[in-house]
């Protein structure tokens, strides 16, 4: 009956009578049709209500101000890679295995001799109690719950002697370097103290960034932010408490334009504590990596948010897994929102997948609940995905079940 209705749509639109008729709009309509988008006027009122990590983003930007979501929202100049991200997981498809036992599944994640619940790592994001005012330590106690990694930001909101607390065991702890060793070099000695037991180095923040749609929207926001906020780095900083005590006198920039090989050696011949290199996107970068004696990687493109070259981590994720050829852990972050989109990055060879915008809706919409309840999306998709791909742990998904769509 569909078939036969088309042909004769197809008879009138060749009818020069019914050029421009309202009969023709029909055929305008998406196929298949998207009976029940999500409306921004009919919000979820709790966690449990949401049905994807998607709900909890206008339910961020309704609660808080209009500066702080911008902050989250913002890529940078057209924000090509911001998208890019999301549309790389399309260039992939998942090939299922069928008649497998899948009625047990097992999505433990283990990492440098550590156990995981999950595959889903949070990644370091900064100035969390913009968004709630239990900011990291929320997202710490989540992490707790689902027993996930936690890396934390050098500018969390909250000390690295906190957040390893609140999570109960150690997470790893993210660097910024600054321009200067001393400082550095003191952070890194801090986190080692607090138990910290991995320092991941963020390589890709280099140049100021044009994060138009965070400066289109703080110009909305009402507010006076100088009362708060100061102007520049220096003030940014001191709100920040893992650097308090430290001379910041002479920093120009948290990420590094001085930052070469030469000082990650000698980070390397400094602390005690495996050391990861985050921002990678070539294999040629890869291999000096293995090189130089990291102890792993993460392919990042800061989720959009420091350069605009539109290429998506997924799309670089495979090259890099073969430079690397097994000699070293590889994680990836970056446009991560669905289970599929982890089960390709596992398959295609990642440890594990880091998110960072999906718990934050979940935290600026709900707090701590809102951050569990994405991971418990997060988690649940992944399972049903494994499932119907024939998995029934992570090490089975491998390059047999993914291949690029021709």
Known sequence: MTSARRRFLKYLAASPLLAG??????????????????????????PREALSVFD???????????AHFGYVATGIDDEVTLRANREGFQKFQL????????????????LFGR?????????????????????????????????????????????????????????????YPTNKWAVA???????????????????????????ETFVRLWRTDKRN???????????????????????????????????????????RDTVKTRLVLKGLMTAADAILAVDNGLDAIIVSNHGGRDDDFGRSTIDALPEII??????????????????????????????????????LWGLGAFGQPGVERVLDLLQQETRAAMQQVGARALKQLGPALVKRAS
């Not at 707790?144 to 957040?163: D, F, K, P, W, Y």
């Not at 906020?229 to 709100?239: I, P, T």
């Open 225 to 267: 932010c100088a009362e708060c906020h100061g102007f520049g780095l220096a003030s940014f900083v001191k709100r920040k408490p893992n650097f308090d005590g430290l001379d910041l006198a002479g920093i120009d920039s948290t990420g590094a334009t001085n930052l070469t090989w030469d000082f990650i050696r000698r980070l």
């Open 95 to 110: 090939l299922p295995r069928r008649l497998v036992d899948v009625s047990q599944l097992d999505l433990t994640m283990e």
């Open 185 to 211: 070099e003191a952070l890194v000695r801090r986190s080692e103290k607090a138990g910290a037991e991995t320092i991941v180095v963020t390589v890709d923040v280099l140049a100021r960034q044009n994060w």
């Open 322 to 359: 073969e430079a690397v050829d097994g000699r070293i852990p590889v994680l990836v972050d970056s446009g991560f929102r669905r289970g599929t989109d982890i089960v390709k990055a596992l398959a295609l060879g990642a440890r594990a997948v880091c998110i960072g915008r999906p718990y």
């Open 56 to 66: 909890f983003e206008p339910v961020m930007q309704k609660n808080v101000p209009p």
């Open 115 to 175: 156990t995981y619940g999950s595959p889903v790592v949070l990644a370091p994001t900064g100035s969390n109690r913009a968004f709630h005012d239990d900011g990291d330590l929320a997202v710490s106690r989540a992490a707790r719950r689902g027993n996930n990694l936690q890396i934390l930001s050098t500018v969390a909101t909250a000390t690295i002697e906190q957040a390893i607390e609140a999570r109960g065991r150690p997470v790893w702890f993210q660097l």
């Open 21 to 46: 008729s309202d009969l023709l709009a029909e055929q305008r309509l998406s196929d298949p049709m998207v009976w029940a988008p999500r409306s921004l006027d009919k919000l979820i009122e709790s």
